[in-house]
Nanobody, 121 residues
Framework: QVQLTESGGGLVQPGGSLRLSCTAS????????MGWYRQAPGAHHILVAS???????EYADSVKGRFTISRDDAKNTVYLQMNSLKPEDTAEYYC???????????????WGLGTQVTVPS
């Protein structure tokens, strides 16, 4: 099965930037996109950005204009450039491979360990 390894998180002041990376390894299932999710304590994973196999990007309204997702298929890696960070961006960030069924995006792989992003208020 696929293994997903996230990195790049940390503690950053409001207005700062971070760049997250995620590499997929192992047996990667067929997928339509790769995405970044975040999970606050006690909450579900929320998709914040995705990039399709054709390069189309989509963003949650909460991060639009501040976050940029990109991918390097040769390295099986997806990135998330996070600018103008806010305290409400504080969460554990995860990536996953996505299968799209109709308009719904479904995470296909097991969740990795994630990478923590903390923006103090």
């Amino acid at each position: 099965q696929v293994q997903l390894t996230e990195s790049g998180g940390g503690l950053v002041q409001p207005g700062g930037s971070l760049r997250l990376s995620c590499t997929a390894s192992g047996t990667i299932p067929s997928f339509d996109a790769m995405g970044w999710y975040r999970q606050a304590p006690g909450a579900h994973h929320i998709l914040v950005a995705s990039i399709s196999n054709g390069g189309r990007t989509e963003y949650a309204d909460s991060v639009k204009g501040r976050f940029t997702i990109s991918r390097d298929d040769a390295k099986n890696t997806v990135y998330l450039q996070m600018n103008s960070l806010k305290p409400e961006d504080t969460a554990e960030y995860y990536c996953n491979v996505i299968k799209q069924i109709g308009t719904e995006k479904h995470a296909r792989g097991p969740w990795g360990l994630g990478t923590q992003v903390t923006v103090p208020s």
